[in-house]
């Protein structure tokens, strides 16, 4: 079974940075997704950046594009997430999820993710 904790929230001043871990195990191929969702205060899911196990292609929305990167360590079956230049329309719950759908290309759309780590809170301040 699929299990997820991520870790790393906290809170940061404008401008900062914040590096984000997943832990995610149980796979049994490369047949999958790994997502960074967040939930901001009073607001939907929303996706920011999510990567492919089987070559690690990388999806950023525009959220995510020029500030953040996802990372996949396979090894130590890691996935980050490194924010940058953070504002305070960051803060947010931070989620990883997975997509082990294969009938279908992976997408980092928030319909498409079934199985969801706890979330960890990230506080921006101005």
């Known amino acids: 079974e699929v299990q997820l904790q991520a870790s790393g929230g906290g809170l940061v001043q404008a401008g900062g940075s914040l590096t984000l871990s997943c832990a995610a195990s149980?796979?049994?191929?490369?047949?999958?997704?790994v997502g960074w969702f967040r939930r901001p205060p009073g607001k939907e899911r929303e996706g920011v950046s999510c990567?492919?196990?089987?070559?690690?292609?990388?999806l950023y929305t525009d959220i995510a594009k020029g500030r953040f990167t996802i990372s996949h360590d396979k090894a130590k079956e890691m996935v980050t997430l490194q924010m940058n230049s953070l504002t305070p329309e960051d803060t947010a719950v931070y989620y990883c999820?997975?997509?082990?759908?294969?009938?279908?290309?992976?997408?980092?759309?928030?319909?498409?993710?079934?199985?969801w780590g706890q979330g960890t809170q990230v506080t921006v301040s101005s």
């Open positions: 990567i492919l196990g089987s070559d690690g292609s990388t």
């Open positions: 999820a997975v997509d082990l759908w294969t009938l279908r290309g992976h997408r980092c759309l928030v319909e498409d993710f079934g199985v």
């Open positions: 149980g796979f049994t191929d490369d047949e999958y997704a």
